[in-house]
């Protein structure tokens, strides 16, 4: 597809415009690229920002860029230390909310979309999760339309007058990632595994240890998906014939997603595949279709668990890198349904560090009370029922030998024991 001339985007934005577009596979690299050449022609403009992929913004573009992100994911995280990215520590499920209300305002949409179908239809791509309320409300809708990007179901759909900007693009888009599942992440993947049924709705978090998880459930039957983000890992295991969505209470025979990330063979499976649909977080995450799963098991990561069951999934080392992002959302709803299970998976050290903690490093993103089932290499310790000296202890079983010892004496001179 020949691309289109470059365009003049100050004849679009205001300085002052707050601009949003997709996260990682669905960020519109072109737009972006001319958007970061033409800042100083454009004014100073702020970015809403998800998890980066593309690496195009630098701490340098601050010069004519104000940074803002509901988190510090991928290459997103290289902006925190120079101090140009601020970042908005809110539930993933409350960002339509704020957007709708005006407390986020969004002025300028740039996305990634499909080429069109027979009926002349544009589909988001890769993503729709927080996308589709903005859309709603912005001034200006840019786009570009890249040949590699599937067509997908659930909506909104767009036609060409929709567009203020429709470019063409050819630019590069993400190889597939490499996903490398080492002996750790085997053994936290066949521990996690071992609590998900025949019939179990799944939403899985990103990374090694939900592919770990995945890698070992192709022997399942009749397993559902309603999920924030699907990758290659969930697309082998739809066609192990593992997924058949057939059990589901909510969206029967359907996948369930937010955002697609992962390359071409995730991007072939996606392609006008009606069993699947991508829908906004409005819906992904709203607690009221979560609750009538039921059987739904939510397998999420952290940065680290304290010995009483508090998780910080935000900051490590004093660097924001990870959100508060939807994990609190689903693992409550997994908490709450018949049969759930709230799944926090994790390896046991970092760097020879623990991670599992006598006391927080960070934040708390999901508070004790919030009971959930925290797996490592080690084994599982499922916390729900327990009182607070009864999870010191099954806390440490699942700690690193190396550092069980110095969790326990942690816990008695902190009075846990």
């Not at 033409?38 to 601050?62: K, N, Y």
Request: overall charge negative; charged content about 20%; glycine content about 12%.
């Amino acid at each position: 597809m020949p691309q289109s001339p470059d365009p003049d985007l100050s004849s679009f934005i205001r300085p002052g415009d707050m601009i949003m577009w997709g996260q990682s596979h669905a960020e519109p690299r072109r737009l972006i690229r001319h958007l970061v050449e033409q800042r100083h022609e454009v004014g100073r403009i702020r970015v809403f920002l998800g998890i980066g992929l593309s690496g195009q913004l630098q701490p340098e573009h601050a010069d004519a860029m104000d940074f803002l992100a509901y988190g510090g994911g991928g290459t997103t995280r290289k902006l925190a230390p120079s101090g140009a990215l601020d970042i908005l520590p809110v539930h993933y499920s409350r960002l339509p909310h704020l957007v709708r209300s005006g407390a986020l305002r969004v002025d300028v949409m740039m996305l990634q979309v499909s080429p069109p179908d027979d009926a002349g239809r544009y589909s988001l791509g890769m993503a729709r999760e927080y996308l589709t309320e903005p859309l709603k409300h912005a001034r200006v809708v840019l786009a570009e339309v890249h040949p590699d990007v599937p067509w997908t179901h659930g909506g909104p759909y767009l036609a060409k007058g929709d567009f203020d900007l429709l470019l063409a693009s050819d630019e590069d888009l993400p190889a597939d990632a490499e996903i490398k599942i080492d002996p750790v992440a085997d053994a936290i993947g066949r521990n996690a595994a071992s609590l998900i049924e025949d019939g179990a709705t799944l939403q899985t978090g990103i990374g090694t240890i939900p592919d770990a998880v995945m890698a070992q459930l192709s022997d399942r039957r009749d397993l559902g998906v309603h999920t924030g983000s699907i990758g290659d890992g969930m697309a082998r295991l739809h066609r192990s014939g593992a997924v058949t969505n057939a059990r589901k209470a909510v969206d029967k025979g359907l996948s369930i997603g937010g955002v697609l990330m992962g390359g071409a063979e995730l991007r072939a499976f996606a392609h006008q595949n009606p069993t699947l649909e991508l829908r906004g977080t409005e819906y992904t995450h709203d607690p009221m279709i979560l609750g009538q799963l039921g059987n739904f098991v939510a397998v999420n990561s952290a940065v680290e668990v304290d010995l009483t069951g508090q998780i910080n999934s935000e900051v490590a080392g004093g660097r924001y890198v990870g959100a508060v992002g939807g994990i609190i959302d689903f693992l409550r709803a997994a908490g709450s349904v018949e049969r759930g299970v709230p799944i926090v998976a994790l390896p046991s050290t970092a760097r020879d560090r623990s991670r599992i903690v006598a006391q927080l490093s960070g934040p708390v993103s999901v508070p004790r009370a919030d009971s959930c089932v925290i797996v490592t290499e080690h084994g599982i310790a499922d916390l729900r029922g327990l009182t607070l000296k009864q999870r010191v202890g099954t806390m440490i079983a699942v700690a690193h030998p190396d550092h069980r010892e110095p969790l326990e004496r942690a816990a008695k001179d902190g009075g846990m024991l």
